[in-house]
T-cell receptor, first 110, second 113 residues
Framework: TQLLEQSPQFLSIQEGENLTVYCNSS?????LQWYRQEPGEGPVLLVT?????EVKKLKRLTFQFGDARKDSSLHITAAQPGDTGLYLC??????????FGQGTRLTINP | GAVVSQHPSWVICKSGTSVKIECRSL??????MFWYRQFPKQSLMLMAT?????????EQGVEKDKFLINHASLTLSTLTVTSAHPEDSSFYIC?????????FGPGTRLTVT
């Protein structure tokens, strides 16, 4: 099974600051997905990146897939308290199986 | 968008009893579904792949006789935790793939007393 290293695992910052979460692997993934999970709920898909070097934007969130398709990053600009949650990256292994990183628990303080 | 449901959303059972959790794809068919387990403040850990019409594929370290999986139809997979013990208490989540994406259920909180 391929492994995904996600960092940092915990991050607490003030409202208005910027942050970046990293997801790294020594293996190549055909695609990589980012999820956000609220307590007591299932993960909700934010974005899927497929092409090496791909950049996708979702309002204040910017997702990037590394050129070699081994790593990805999530950048949040001007973080807001509503961004608080558990962010998970997951790589597609084979046709349908997802491998999850350890998750980043993000807290945005007002 | 695609929707996956789980039932029950939470369950409390006594040690030694069995509990069945259902996972349904509501508006699409899924020949494959996945079952995950999540401990507090941790990420999702894949337990097994549920295959419609055939045996489930279990990840290394997951006891197939304890976590029984049945995928009887294209929209339903069930996970039965047999002879539950307090250490089985966890958040169980299922997912079903559609195209390139996975759609997750809302999870089932199992507490074994």
């Amino acid at each position: 099974t391929q492994l995904l290293e996600q960092s940092p695992q915990f991050l607490s910052i003030q409202e208005g600051e910027n942050l970046t979460v990293y997801c790294n692997s020594s293996s190549v993934f055909s695609s990589l997905q980012w999820y956000r999970q609220e307590p007591g709920e299932g993960p909700v898909l934010l974005v899927t990146v497929v092409t090496g070097g791909e950049v996708k934007k979702l309002k204040r969130l910017t997702f990037q897939f590394g050129d070699a398709r081994k790593d990805s990053s999530l950048h949040i600009t001007a973080a807001q308290p509503g961004d608080t949650g558990l962010y998970l990256c997951a790589g597609l292994e084979g046709a349908q199986k997802l491998v999850f990183g350890q998750g980043t628990r993000l807290t945005i303080n007002p | 968008g695609a929707v996956v449901s789980q039932h029950p959303s939470w369950v409390i059972c006594k040690s030694g009893t069995s509990v069945k959790i259902e996972c349904r794809s509501l508006d699409f068919q899924a020949t494959t579904m996945f079952w995950y387990r999540q401990f507090p403040k941790q990420s999702l850990m894949l337990m097994a792949t549920s295959n419609e019409g055939s045996k489930a594929t279990y990840e290394q370290g997951v006891e197939k006789d304890k976590f029984l999986i049945n995928h009887a139809s294209l929209t339903l997979s069930t996970l039965t935790v047999t002879s539950a013990h307090p250490e089985d208490s966890s958040f169980y989540i299922c997912s079903a793939p559609r195209s390139y994406e996975q759609y997750f259920g809302p999870g089932t909180r199992l507490t074994v007393t």
